[in-house]
Nanobody, 115 residues
Framework: QVQLVESGGGLVQPGGSLNLSCAAS????????MDWYRQAPGKEREFVAR???????NYADSIKGRFTISRDNAKSTVHLQMNSLKPEDTAKYYC?????????WGQGTQVTVSS
């Protein structure tokens, strides 16, 4: 079955960096576009970034220039490198794949940006 497991979250000061990972299993990663979403307390889940099967990328305006999404098909892993973090980036970050008409989500990893 499809499984997505996020890791790499934590507490970081403003201006700091984190690298999130999403380990995918149960499907062939190279065949599917992969996304990162985030959800802050009291807010709706929002799109952060997508990496296409071609490795082309798409980003939300709020994080453009600070975050980089990438994929390692050989390791079946997707990364989100987050730099210049701001308090408003505080949220739970989720890995997502839409595959054959179904949406799959990981359990999320918490990112807290605070001094």
């Amino acid at each position: 079955q499809v499984q997505l497991v996020e890791s790499g979250g934590g507490l970081v000061q403003p201006g700091g960096s984190l690298n999130l990972s999403c380990a995918a299993s149960g499907f062939t990663l190279s065949m599917w576009n992969m996304d990162w979403y985030r959800q802050a307390p009291g807010k709706e889940r929002e799109f952060v970034a997508r990496v296409f099967t071609t490795s082309d990328t798409n980003y939300a305006d709020s994080i453009k220039g600070r975050f980089t999404i990438s994929r390692d098909n050989a390791k079946s892993t997707v990364h989100l490198q987050m730099n210049s973090l701001k308090p408003e980036d505080t949220a739970k970050y989720y890995c997502h794949v839409r595959r054959i008409g179904s949406d799959y989500w990981g359990q999320g990893t918490q990112v807290t940006v605070s001094s």
